[in-house]
């Protein structure tokens, strides 16, 4: 069975029935006058042997159906001015980014994601952080599932 994670790209896949995932992107910065902001969001999901790139979204609103009962992983790009920190480990250490999953309860909430790598390229640090979801209540077929992304940098 397939599920939907709604950030409303929609695969032309036959899909039997389907759980969907909303996404809204916010920043505590407001994009401020650094330019500091989430670049991208990665959907990937666990077949039982291999990771695969179900979506990369870089905007709100839109949604990409999974299969449902498998680990969902989420990779959340972000990009911080190299004014604020003087090293890969200071701009890892003045960013977070947070995320919500409902489907009218919590599933996560404000569930901080992890980060995985960290480079400099110009003037900016890019951060990738990332959560899984493989814990017991995998999406389920039906349930559409809300979720949104939160960045905070030089907190």
Do not use: E
């Given at each position: 069975m397939k599920v939907k994670l709604a950030i409303m790209i929609v695969t032309s896949m036959l899909i039997l029935a389907f759980a969907s995932f909303n996404w809204q992107i916010g920043t505590v910065l407001a994009i401020d006058a650094y330019n500091n902001d989430i670049t991208h969001i990665e959907i990937w999901q666990y077949n039982?042997?291999?990771?695969?790139?179900k979506a990369n979204f870089?905007?709100?609103?839109?949604s990409v159906r999974v299969v449902d009962g498998q680990?969902?992983?989420?990779?959340?790009g972000i990009k911080f001015?190299?004014?604020?920190?003087?090293?890969s480990s200071e701009a890892i250490?003045?960013?977070?980014?947070?995320?919500?999953?409902?489907?009218g309860g919590s599933i996560?909430?404000?569930k901080e994601l992890n980060n995985t790598s960290c480079s400099l390229v110009g003037s900016f640090y890019y951060l990738k952080e990332q959560g899984i979801w493989n814990v017991t209540g995998y999406?389920?077929?039906g349930v559409t599932y809300s979720c949104?992304?939160?960045y905070q940098g030089y907190y």
């Open positions: 039982g042997t291999s990771w695969n790139l870089t905007s709100s609103g839109q680990a969902v992983k989420f990779i959340v001015s190299n004014a604020l920190a003087s090293s250490s003045f960013t977070r980014v947070y995320m919500n999953i409902t489907d996560w909430n404000n999406p389920q077929s949104t992304v939160l």
